[in-house]
């Protein structure tokens, strides 16, 4: 009787329904597709002066162009500080990580960041991120101290 059910239930009809993932595949828009091009579009006239890139294998092509026009903003806004004839004060220091993009990834990016990426930082991105906050920790122990008093 049992083996019959088991029979009986396999047989029925399915209804078809969407199963949508939480993920956006490729050649669909993304739903928060407007937010992050506000975001975006912020981020860029602030004029950041590093890009440090993680987490990806910069394959994806709405991604890589992101990634492209961030890089882009980063080394022009940098462009002046590195000029000391466009520099109000020449004798001024300047950061040194000014206009530099960084790809943090086991494997290296290819031919085609060529330009794009100045530095690329062999090795996994959990590891290296502990090993910044262990090394900002030594040259800015304050920057950890917790506030005790409101």
């Given at each position: 009787m049992l083996a019959a059910a088991r029979q009986a239930?396999?047989?029925r009809a399915l209804r078809?329904?969407?199963l949508q993932p939480a993920?956006?595949?490729?050649?669909?828009?993304h739903p928060l597709g407007d937010e992050?091009?506000?975001?975006?579009?912020t981020d860029l006239t602030r004029r950041p002066d590093m890009l440090i890139i993680m987490g990806t294998s910069l394959k994806v092509?709405?991604?890589k162009k992101l990634v492209k026009e961030f890089a882009r903003t980063v080394h022009e806004s940098?462009?002046?500080?590195?000029?000391?004839?466009?520099?109000?004060?020449?004798k001024a220091p300047t950061k040194s990580h000014a206009g530099k993009v960084v790809f943090v990834n086991k494997?290296?990016?290819?031919?085609?960041?060529?330009?794009?990426?100045?530095?690329?930082v062999a090795g996994e991105t959990d590891k290296w991120c502990?090993?910044?906050?262990?090394?900002?920790?030594?040259m800015r122990p304050a920057d950890w101290e917790v506030q005790k008093t409101l």
């Open positions: 239930r396999s047989a078809i329904g969407t993920i956006v595949l490729y050649d669909e828009p992050i091009g506000a975001i975006q579009s092509h709405g991604f940098a462009a002046p500080a590195c000029s000391p004839s466009k520099s109000p004060n020449p494997t290296a990016p290819g031919s085609e960041w060529d330009g794009i990426i100045d530095f690329h502990e090993r910044v906050i262990e090394d900002w920790k030594k």
